[in-house]
C-alpha cells in the first residue's frame, strides 16, 4: 500500500466518523447507552448505573491514538514492548491527571479536563523516553529517539483528542457560547452550522441553561482541526521529518486551546486568561525547548509496511482491546446523573 493511499482510506474513515458523531450525537438519545440495574428502592423499582457514549467515544478515542502510536513506532523499528511501556507510563500518569487536574482548576470533583492531562503529558514524555531508553531499551536492543517519539505521541494526541471531541458532543461539555452573543461574522459563517443540545441532563442545560438554544460548535471545530492537523503529522512523519511532524500538531493543537477557550461558555476556572491557555502556551514552550535540547541521532527511514504489520500483532491487538475496556469503564460510569427502572412482563406473549 502506498501512503497516498493509505492516507486517502484514513482520511476517509475519519471523515465518515467525525461526520456522523457531529449530526446525530447532539440529539437527546445520544448520551446514555445503557443503564444496569444496581439496587431495588423502597419504592419498588431499581436504581440504575448508566453507561454513556461518552465513556464509549472516549476509549474509541485512546484505542485509536495508541494505535497510531503504535503505527509510528513500529514505522520506525520500535518493537511491541517499547512501545507498549511508554503507552503504559504515561496513561498511567495522565488519565488520572485529567481528573485532578479538572479538580485543582475547576473545583469539581466529577469531571474531566483533556487540557490537564496533555500538560502532565508533554512535561512528562522526555523523562519518560529517557528511562525506557535506560532500562527496558538495552535488555531489548532498541532506542527511542526523541525527536521521532515525541512526534508520535504529538500526533497520536490529536487524533485522540480530536475524536475524544464526539464525547463532549455526546455528554454536551466543554460547550461553545451562545450563537446570538457571539461577533456578527461569526453569527453568518455559523448559522447553518451550529449546535443545539436536547436533552435536561446534558451538561449544557444543568450547568449552562441552554439546552435547546444555538451555539457554535466549538468541539466539532476542534474535532475536524486536530484530525486533520494528524493526518498531516503523519504525512511528515512518514517522510522522516520528525522535528516539522513535532512542532505542527504541537502549535496548532495547543494554539487552539488558547484560541478556542474564548468561543467556549462552560466554566474554565477563574479569570479571564484561564489556567487551560495557561497551559497550552507553556505547552508549546516546554515542546519546543526540548526538542532544541534534544540531542540528534541517526533514525531509520520509516516504512509504512513495518508500521502497518505492527498493527496486526495479537500483542497490539490485545493491548489495544484493554486499554478500551479500561477506559471505558473508567471514563463510561456516570456519576452525575441517575436512573430508575422497573421491569415487567408482557402478558399477551406468555
Not at 448508566?50 to 485509536?64: Q, R
Not at 502532565?120 to 527511542?144: D, K, M, Q, T, Y
Not at 471505558?328 to 422497573?342: A, H, I, K, N, P
Request: proline share 3%; net charge positive; with cysteine.
Amino acid at each position: 500500500m502506498t501512503q497516498t493511499l493509505f492516507l486517502f482510506l484514513f482520511t476517509l474513515v475519519l471523515a465518515l466518523y467525525l461526520g456522523w458523531g457531529i449530526k446525530v450525537l447532539p440529539r437527546e438519545r445520544w448520551q446514555f447507552l445503557a443503564v444496569v440495574p444496581l439496587r431495588r428502592s423502597e419504592e419498588g423499582d431499581w436504581q440504575g448505573l448508566n453507561l454513556t457514549w461518552y465513556g464509549l467515544l472516549t476509549a474509541n478515542a485512546y484505542a485509536v491514538a495508541v494505535a497510531v502510536l503504535f503505527f509510528l513506532l513500529g514505522a520506525i523499528g520500535i518493537p511491541f514492548a517499547g512501545t507498549a511501556a511508554l503507552a503504559t507510563l504515561l496513561l498511567a500518569l495522565c488519565v488520572p491527571a485529567s481528573r485532578l487536574v479538572a479538580r485543582l482548576v475547576e473545583k469539581k470533583a466529577h469531571t474531566f479536563t483533556v487540557g490537564g492531562a496533555v500538560f502532565v503529558g508533554v512535561l512528562l514524555s522526555p523523562g519518560a523516553v529517557f528511562l525506557i531508553n535506560l532500562s527496558l531499551g538495552p535488555a531489548l536492543g532498541f532506542h527511542l529517539s526523541l525527536p521521532a517519539t515525541l512526534a508520535a505521541l504529538v500526533i497520536a494526541y490529536a487524533f485522540g483528542e480530536g475524536l475524544g471531541r464526539l464525547a463532549c458532543i455526546s455528554f454536551g461539555c466543554c460547550y461553545g457560547r451562545r450563537l446570538s452573543a457571539a461577533p456578527l461574522w461569526m453569527q453568518r459563517c455559523f448559522a447553518h452550522r451550529c449546535f443545539v443540545f436536547i436533552g435536561k441532563t446534558r451538561k449544557i442545560a444543568y450547568a449552562g441553561g441552554m439546552e435547546g438554544e444555538k451555539v457554535l460548535p466549538v468541539q466539532a471545530l476542534t474535532a475536524i482541526l486536530y484530525s486533520g492537523c494528524g493526518l498531516a503529522g503523519i504525512f511528515l512523519y512518514l517522510h522522516a521529518r520528525f522535528a516539522a511532524a513535532f512542532l505542527l500538531p504541537l502549535l496548532v493543537t495547543q494554539g487552539w486551546r488558547v484560541l478556542s477557550e474564548t468561543w467556549r461558555d462552560d466554566y474554565r476556572g477563574e479569570g479571564r486568561f484561564s489556567a487551560y491557555q495557561v497551559m497550552g502556551v507553556a505547552a508549546i514552550l516546554y515542546g519546543g525547548g526540548a526538542l532544541l535540547l534534544a540531542s540528534a541521532s541517526l533514525i531509520a527511514t520509516p516504512a509504512l509496511a513495518a508500521g502497518l504489520a505492527t498493527l496486526w500483532r495479537p500483542a497490539v491487538l490485545l493491548f489495544l482491546q484493554g486499554l478500551w475496556l479500561v477506559i471505558f469503564f473508567y471514563t463510561g460510569r456516570s456519576t452525575v446523573t441517575g436512573s430508575r427502572l422497573s421491569f415487567h412482563v408482557h402478558r399477551d406473549r406468555t
